[in-house]
């Protein structure tokens, strides 16, 4: 079963605004991860963020992480055309030699021009 | 280099033909991982190797079978395959997996699959 589940399903928004995205898990974690994916393309990995941080900026990007509410947030400021893409959370657990990624359902953005 | 490279990106396939995925990167790191994606869900792991060992196999069909000559290369070999096996096939690559989970992973394009 999948961990993350983000929301909403689809987000359009109009260049220069913010987008917030969230995403909840369900079972402890080690790390959680963003990533972008345009159509048919692979996934880029945007940040991730430990289970003892509270919040991460990389750019135009902030993540924060709450572990009581087991949910993530991420949110892209000033966005452009360009960040048109799907976008999913994924969640790490322990690690060692069973360590995986399990993503979330995703989340569709639209930026228009 | 941080890219993780695909071969081929398009594969068209019968059901009774035999075909392989190849899947390349120089970053050094010594986990990979091989997902399947079908349109507009999230990426599904299929295998994960470590230190060129499989350590996951997520209840693949026997159809899929992988493999992984060295620590750079990681292959997936197609036999029998069924229309529904149709989807976006993407390789990923991480630093060792270590106590304190997953790093970040390095997608490959992948390669979208079509079984008739």
């Known amino acids: 079963s999948q961990q993350g589940e983000e929301d909403p399903q689809a987000l359009s928004i109009q260049e220069g605004e913010n987008a917030t995205m969230n995403c909840s898990y369900k079972?402890?974690?080690?790390?959680l991860q963003w990533y972008r994916q345009n159509s048919g393309r692979g996934l880029v990995h945007l940040i991730l963020?430990?289970?003892?941080?509270r919040e991460k900026h990389s750019g135009r990007l902030r993540v924060t992480l709450d572990t009581s509410k087991k949910s993530s947030s991420l949110l892209i400021t000033a966005s452009r055309a360009a960040d048109t893409a799907s976008y999913f959370c994924?969640?790490?657990?322990?690690?060692?030699?069973?360590?995986?990624?399990?993503f979330g359902k995703g989340i569709t953005l639209s930026v228009r021009p | 280099d941080t890219e993780v490279t695909q071969t081929p990106k398009h594969l068209v396939m019968g059901m009774t033909n035999k075909k392989s995925l190849k899947c390349e990167q120089h970053m050094g790191h010594r986990a990979m991982y091989w997902y399947k994606q079908k349109a507009k869900k999230p990426p599904e792991l299929m295998f994960v190797y470590s230190y060129e060992k499989l350590s996951i196999n997520e209840s693949v069909p026997s159809r899929f079978s992988p493999e992984c000559p060295n620590s750079s290369l990681l292959n997936l070999h197609l036999h029998a395959l069924q229309p529904e096996d149709s989807a976006l096939y993407l390789c990923?690559?991480?630093?060792?997996?270590?106590?304190?989970?997953?790093?970040?992973?390095?997608f490959g394009p992948g390669t979208r699959l079509t079984v008739l």
């Open positions: 990923a690559s991480s630093q060792s997996p270590r106590d304190r989970g997953v790093s970040e992973q390095f």
């Open positions: 079972t402890s974690i080690n790390n």
């Open positions: 963020i430990r289970s003892n941080e």
């Open positions: 994924a969640t790490a657990r322990q690690g060692g030699a069973n360590s995986k990624l399990t």
